[in-house]
């Protein structure tokens, strides 16, 4: 069984750089200017075999491999986790070369591309492609394990609360606001061409990797990292188009956390652990869910492995 889900894991993350390559390639095929994919088609070889060999995709992967492997294999320990959320945000938050375009660009420009006819380019539709497919294999794979924006607050709440108490935010309303921000700005784009979230950087924190010491930017991050302090993954459940997009994709993805109800004895151990608030919708069989960060916290606090890192089934197919 372990050794399947290794296999299957590969599989899966094989798929997924198969599916990053094929517009590349895509690009390549044709004649044109390379400009990108609204436009003509690229002949550039050069531009071809910086797309398919950057290596932030391949470690990217890896990474994402990773999580997958000891969500599925072993209890994540609080440890390990801590440490390879460092890892992460070294190497993909602190090492320049690794984070362009940054997680909220990739999703933020080819839609303001799209709607405003602009040509999309090959580099953005690429990493797009990216966070898609691991998210489609496992449930918030990329912002789980990928995003350096994403562990820093995890990171960030691991720190107790003053409060003595962690906030869960009521989903309904985390979500509500993070649509209404989308909706916000896709207006904004139709009136101007220019989206909320990078307008002077006021909701893109990101830019903190490129290492802008800007005002409006150090607000932003310091308020966020108080945040993150009481409450876990502010920004990506109350704002980030990345965490909206990746939570409509938990819909559809392969692996998600899945309880076993037979194994269930109702004592919300997971709950009481858990920094998030999926648990308690998940054991409440609830028809909204809330992002799941796939952290692992609340698979190893059950004390009767009644919660796994599973492919997901219908309920009528669930064990
Ligand atoms: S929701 Fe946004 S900030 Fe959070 S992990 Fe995903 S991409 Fe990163
Ligand atoms: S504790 Fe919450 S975020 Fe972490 S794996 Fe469980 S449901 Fe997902």
Redesign the pocket.
Known sequence: MKRNTIYLSVVCIALSMILICVPVMAEGGGGGDGSGMGGGRNTDVSSILAGLSEIKFILGGLVALTGLILLRTIKINRNIRTLLMCVVFVLFGMLVIMHQPS??RA?VDPITDFVIGSTITLKKTTALIF?GSLSVIGA?L???W??????L?EIVNRIPAPIGKKIKLPFKISNGIRILIFAISLIMVLITGSDLYTYHNILN??ELFEWHFELVLAVLVGAVLIASIFVY?P???L??????L??LLEHVSIFRVRLLRELCNDCNKCIRMSPCPSVEAILNGDKLLP?C?ACGVCISACPKDALEFGVWRSKSGQK
């Open positions: 997680p909220l999703v966070i918030k990329f912002c789980g990928v995003c350096p924006f994403g562990v607050q924190p990101f993954r920004f990506c459940y704002v980030c188009p990345v965490g909206l990746t939570w992002d960060f």
